[in-house]
């Protein structure tokens, strides 16, 4: 092993990099840009570019790319060397301040819901200095924000940089308001647990639908899964480990605090968490993880899963959302300190969290809304399609006093004891964790357990600096016209306790009698992608978004647009895989079979010792009747494809899909998988769950 701080950040243009390297005026001038948003000089943007061209030669880089985030959900670049030819036939090699701010790749083929014609081809990427740029495949990556020629955001950065400026401003005006002098800043800060599945990579070629759409379309539940509960965090198997070691080198060398790895409940399923980040770093360092994690299991003969639910019958995979707000001096708003009812900051801030996530619960279940998510949402390893904020009692019964506006008490921390001489004993939390919960208050900070594994985290922080800022701001208006600001955040807490206490829940968030519960509250249930995106041109979001200037009303209408057409086009490519592989390898293979059978049968007819009730005549029967069943739902699946052409309308789209283009898929789904347990095995056409699962 390696000495890791010698290779931690190894590859970025990293703080230390720069003061090393740029003129001292040139590094001051950028970190005002960097810290206070001001003006780039084209001066001090040629002298960074020199410095960066020559750090990334010296590591081996050839050529730089503007590293962007479309709504494609992945990141994306165009490579261009630093080669410059000279008129003698030499090449000198360049990078001036111009190509560092500004590129222009084709914006032509990248979705923008409706604000582009495909003949509208230029685009923008502009560099984000608050952003380190790194080497990766011998290119110079310098991350940037990606726009239309006219203007229009068509990436997941540049509206998280603008949440983020938006909570920042509406948080140190609040904070000043209560008094705060030493406050100039408020960063949000994330930390993003990434689950993902390995399995054998020949194995994996082997399945057409996980090559073609990340799960499996057809596979019956096999003879052991997670019920034992012997893999969440057992021994990590050589081969895992073996990648999980190299995953983590090569992170390390680009900046990315990997922190965390063990094994998670399902087989063959495993997480890595990172050490917190801003958000913007923390976005771009999940965007990296994963594709670095694919890069790395290729190497081990493995592939990497990212899909929501690449296996039924088992956990589906997620990304914990940890979210938190820190000061410029260092002071976490969500730390409750060790008596809570007197840290009014911190009550304040839990309120105003409170108040944001009750008001945009519909924005929240958009983020984690996709084709691949709606499996997961609602089964047991994930929470179900409502939005509620878990607590623990303590701190719930603190808000029970405060709206009755009494002085509420913590709970003193209980020992627990061992009973071991040779142990400690030691002091327990005052509340537990609820893993069932959508948004948990886990300390200092609230876990965002909803979205995919394969998601973005720009979106939901996006939604939430956002949704927070609009409280802070609606607040802060009123303490500017309150006589006294005490009372009047004593008085605003309490209204806010009684108005948005619906949204909170301590309970097990996967049993009918919360979904019973939330329904009597009145909290949304949107169980589909189909249901929820919707709601984002809802004239409240509109007005959320526009006011704090983080989308357009144009820009809300396209993102709708486009979620709406990718779950239209995931589960169209899904259908027409499951089509390919029931005719062309299923239905030949059950018919051999059978075929098989029907010769055992008509043997034993020929010789004459068949008898009533013959068991390989129940089973000829049997395979005959479903293999009958699987034809039918196969030519009801391709009907219900044929009819998803008849609109170009996405919310109409959307809402067939969901109506009846999923439900046909499930039914062709059932019958082939319960053909798949009685063929035998070497007419299977595929490697079943026990070989993809259990194979590594």
Sequence with gaps: MRD??????????NDDVMSARLPREIYKSLHKTIEEGKALDITVANAVAAAMKDWAIEKGATHYTHWFQPLTGITAEKHDSFLTPQSDGRIIMEFSGKELIKGEPDASSFPSGGLRETFEAR???????????????????????????????????????????????????????MGDDQVTRVNTTVGPEQEYFLVDKE??????????????????????????????????????????QELNIELWKLGVYAKTEHNEAAP???????????????????????????????????????????????????????????????????????????????????????????????????????AGNDHRLGAAEAPPAIISVFLGDELTEILDAIEKGEHGENKKA?????????????????????????????????????????????????????????????????????ENIEEELD????????????????????????????????????????????HFVNEKNIELFTKHKIFTKSEIASRCEIMLDSYCKVLHIEALTMLEMAKKEIMPAVLSYTNEVANGVKLKQDIGIIAEGDATLKLCTRLTDLYNKLYRRTDALEATVAGLSSTNDSLEASSYCRDKLVPAMTKLRSVADELETIVAEKYWPYPNYSELLFNV
């Design 268 to 370: 063959a399923q495993h997480e890595l968490a990172p050490v917190f980040a801003t958000a913007n770093i923390a976005a771009d360092h999940n965007q990296l993880t994963m594709e670095i994690m694919k890069k790395v299991a290729d190497k081990h003969g493995l592939a990497c899963l990212l899909h929501e639910k690449p296996f039924a019958g088992v956990n589906g995979s997620g990304k914990h959302n940890n979210w938190s707000l820190s000061t410029n001096y260092g002071k976490n708003l969500f730390k409750p300190g060790k008596k809570p009812q007197d840290n009014k900051t911190f009550l304040v801030c839990l309120c105003a969290v409170l108040e944001a996530v009750d008001i945009s619960q519909d924005l929240l279940r958009i983020t984690s809304a996709s």
């Design 123 to 177: 685009g923008y990427t502009a560099w984000d200095p608050t952003s380190y740029a790194f080497i990766k495949d011998d290119s110079l990556c310098i991350p940037t924000i990606f726009c239309s020629f006219g203007g229009e955001v068509l990436d997941k950065k540049t509206p998280l940089l603008r949440s983020m400026e938006a909570v920042n401003a509406k948080a140190v005006r609040l904070l000043k308001l």
């Design 491 to 534: 008085k605003w807490m309490s209204q806010t306790v009684t108005a948005h206490k619906r949204i909170i829940f301590n309970g097990n968030n996967y049993t009918q009698d919360w979904v019973n519960e939330a329904h009597r509250r009145g909290l949304y249930e949107l169980k589909t992608t189909a249901d929820a995106v919707p």
């Design 414 to 482: 209980e020992t627990v004891v061992t009973g071991v001489d040779v142990l400690p004993d030691f002091k327990k939390d005052t509340t537990d964790r609820n893993r069932t919960s959508p948004l948990a208050f886990t300390g200092n900070k609230f876990e965002f357990r909803m979205l995919g594994s394969s998601f973005s985290i720009a979106d939901v922080n996006t939604v939430i600096n956002t949704a927070v800022a609009d409280v802070f701001d609606r607040l802060a208006d009123r303490l500017e016209m309150a």
């Design 203 to 244: 194995t994996y070629k082997k399945r057409r639908d996980l090559v073609i759409t990340g799960r499996t379309l057809f596979g019956a539940k096999p003879p052991k899964g997670q019920e034992l509960d012997d893999h969440y965090f057992g021994v990590i198997k050589p081969r895992v480990m073996a990648f999980m």
């Design 4 to 13: 890791v701080p010698e290779i931690f950040g190894s590859l970025v243009f």
